[in-house]
């Protein structure tokens, strides 16, 4: 990209910015180390309209890095329910309680790489967003204008880190990055891109082609297996037997209905009062809620209509709630 391009670019950042509850506007100082952190650990393989509300409510009930380390394992999963890839949260607790015995954040992408559960690209969005390091965060919105900026179609990650080092030296670094992904979220989207209102058009390799969307080349999906279950529903005088699952593994520490492992073969149906299908990132989950007289586990009652309040995941609040949907249907 010519130097007169990349001011375009900024110069489209600057004027139709996304304001975001994590972000400093262009220009701006930049926001503290914890808020870009925190919003870049919920923004993982989730939607900016699902994180923002779910951000504020993180930061209004733990408004700094050592609340967040002090609070307790059990209140941080439970609010992050419903946010999915629950490793996410595992690791979150690990890193806020790392960061507070050191007495705050590392200021360079080395030393960021060395905290629990923060990767490459973490660690760079964290040193250039908030400590102006000039270190390549490589999301898919980055790769996909970079690539589509240099005709690249099945371009390796190093390309695209080399490259965009060399738009970063152009301006701020946070302001680079995050013009970038705006400009891939809003108007480079992966489908039908918006080449008509895009400042960078007359300099891309991708739009000169006539087909901007093969850019870069779309990768292959692999068939999700599926997988099957069975969850207990265990009630007595409005209350619903509830457990924890365990610390490891998927859904790890999350409350939970009781019940079986998860297998490839169906299991013998027993009593059942509903069932669903739960879309994981490698499987797919059919889970069959059957009704059962006595509690299962070490476990808590948990009020039925207070169910939205249990700290239950997707899958068993999803469960949950078609069960009390039969039910309604049958009266």
Known sequence: MTANAASRLIQHYVDNFRRLPWRSGPGEPARDPYTVWLSEVMLQQTTVATVRPRFERFMARWPTIEALAA???EEILSEWAGLGYYARARNLIACARAVARRGGFPRTEAELRDLPGVGAYTAAAIAAIAFGENAPPVDT???RVISRLEGL???ARSAIERHLLELMQSSQPGDMVQALMDLGATICGPRQP??????????CAAHASGRPGDFPTPRQ????????GVAWWVEREDHVWLVRRPAKGLLGGMAALPGTDWTEEPPVPGQQLASVRHVFTHFSLDLAIELRGEPVGDGW?????????????SLYLKAAEEVLRE???AA
């Not at 918006?194 to 300099?203: K, M, V």
């Not at 999906?221 to 099957?228: D, E, I, S």
């Open 71 to 73: 609070a307790g394992d």
């Open 141 to 143: 919105n980055v790769e």
């Open 153 to 155: 179609t099945s371009p």
């Open 194 to 203: 918006r080449c008509d209102i895009c400042p960078i058009r007359a300099d």
């Open 221 to 228: 999906r692999k068939a999700r297996p599926n997988r099957y």
């Open 301 to 313: 009652w948990h009020r039925l209509h207070t169910l939205r309040e249990a700290g239950l995941p």
């Open 327 to 329: 039910r309604r249907l």
